[in-house]
């Protein structure tokens, strides 16, 4: 079926800078040439090179040197009619009707590298160059059912393309749901350039392949004939959309909550790889606030449902749990109030503890004797060896074992604390009051060791 150029101006440059060729059909021609042999399934890599800058594209082996030149149109600004790709790897330059299989052999290296010129607008006549019309063949027949569109894609794409759900649209949307997925619906429209350059850049990447193959239902439909159009309506479609989009490729997020579908933001027209990959991320995200705002709103339309029996009964659990914590307040307070209490007897305790031994230094200070002078008769002087350093005091021989109490409780201010001689081996000194030094073996400069208990 024939097409007027005008509605084509998206897959090719504009009809007066076109090569007269008459009808244009890759599938065709791919057919033929995989009637002779097996089908090319390749995927061409081209690095071409255009006033210094540097253009890398990746085709599948059924493209068109012709088709090639309009996505390089796209990408360039240069005219398909005055384009010219030197390099080729054959001995003169393809026709552009010729498919990219059939100029590069296979085991040829790639990127296979290209210099894109451009020829002068006055070497060939624009009415020589413009054909009267040009066929576009679609990816699916009016007749082929939706199970036929992964087949057909791989077909003219190449084997590595993403997993379309080979059943109806419905039969997708029950599957999406039931994994919890999103579903993508893919419309293909073969009339845009922007379509095949997706298809082989965007589908094709390996990254969007094993994203699309983890997280994603997808489902695809051609929508370059009006029959196909009408078709995708007759299955539901408007449920989506209103009106089919006007810019391809088009891919539109579905999801079904409950007994609703809701569709996220779409992606279409010219896309990149990595633009495509972060509106698959938008997308999970998406899905996962739609499941939220559902949950959420599933509680609040049973908490609308909650019947007055129940709400009786959360008003005594409430009661009861305001009763249970006005307790366990009361019981913190009064374990407050008794700490305090025994925190009062303890310090009351303490402060009668230490007037105790406030009055007992006293009187041991007061009952010590005057140190006697050096030079009377029958004087030792004993090292006391206390906790904060040694401190040399003068005794008489006659002077109890009191009297040394006495002065070790003064320094030390405590009664609690045990006398020794330094030895070796280490002796403890009597407690008995009325023992004198002489008795208790003490001898002049004898050190004697004060620790408290």
Not at 109 to 126: F, G, K, Q, V, W
Not at 362 to 375: F, G, S, Y
Request: charged share 30%; net charge negative.
């Amino acid at each position: 079926h024939g097409v007027p150029l005008d509605m084509l101006h998206p897959l090719l440059a504009p009809p007066e800078h076109l090569h007269a060729l008459g009808s244009f059909d890759p599938v065709g021609m791919a057919a033929s040439s995989r009637s002779q042999g097996v089908m090319d399934t390749r995927r061409i890599s081209f690095q071409v090179i255009v006033k210094d800058t540097e253009h890398c594209i990746t085709l599948p082996a059924a493209t068109t040197v012709l088709e090639m030149k309009a996505s390089l149109e796209r990408v360039t600004g240069v005219d398909v009619a005055r384009m010219r790709l030197l390099g080729w790897p054959t001995a003169r330059e393809p026709l552009d009707t010729s498919t990219l299989g059939s100029v590069i052999e296979r085991g040829t290296p790639e990127p296979i590298a290209l210099i894109m010129t451009e020829d002068d607008e006055s070497a060939t006549s624009p009415a020589a160059r413009r054909p009267t019309s040009l066929r576009v063949v679609p990816l699916l027949a009016d007749t082929d059912n939706p199970s036929d569109f992964r087949g057909k894609f791989a077909t003219r794409f190449g084997e590595e393309c993403p997993p379309f759900f080979e059943g109806t649209l419905d039969e997708a949307l029950d599957l999406a749901t039931e994994l919890s997925l999103p579903l993508l619906v893919y419309l293909h429209d073969q009339n845009d350039i922007q379509t095949n350059i997706f298809c082989t850049q965007v589908l094709g990447n390996a990254e969007v392949l094993e994203r699309l193959g983890a997280s994603f239902v997808i489902w695809g439909w051609d929508v370059t004939s009006p029959r196909n159009c009408a078709r995708l309506q007759q299955m539901g479609v408007n449920r989506l959309f209103r009106q089919l989009p006007r810019e391809f490729p088009y891919v539109v997020p579905v999801v079904r909550l409950g007994r609703n579908t809701s569709t996220l933001p779409s992606i279409s027209g010219h896309i990149l790889p990595r633009e495509f990959l972060e509106f698959l991320d938008a997308t999970v995200v998406g899905q996962t606030q739609l499941f939220e705002e559902q949950h959420e709103k599933g509680r609040e339309s049973m908490q609308r449902q909650t019947t007055v029996e129940v709400q009786d009964e959360e008003y005594r659990k409430s009661l009861a749990a305001d009763q249970e914590k006005e307790r366990l307040e009361n019981e913190r307070k009064a374990a407050e109030r008794a700490q305090a209490e025994e925190q009062r007897k303890l310090e009351l305790e303490e402060a009668e503890r230490a007037l105790r031994l406030q009055e007992e230094t006293e009187r041991a200070q007061q009952e010590l004797e005057k140190e006697p002078p050096a030079d009377e008769p029958g004087v030792i002087t004993l090292q006391c060896r206390f906790p904060d350093g040694v401190k040399r005091r003068r005794f008489s021989k006659a002077a109890t074992i009191r009297t040394l109490r006495n002065y070790v409780q003064t320094e030390l201010k405590t009664n609690a604390f045990e006398l020794s001689q330094a030895g070796p081996p280490k002796k403890v000194l009597p407690t008995e009051g009325k023992l004198t030094l002489a008795e208790a073996g003490l001898r002049n400069r004898e050190t004697i060791i004060a620790e408290r208990e």
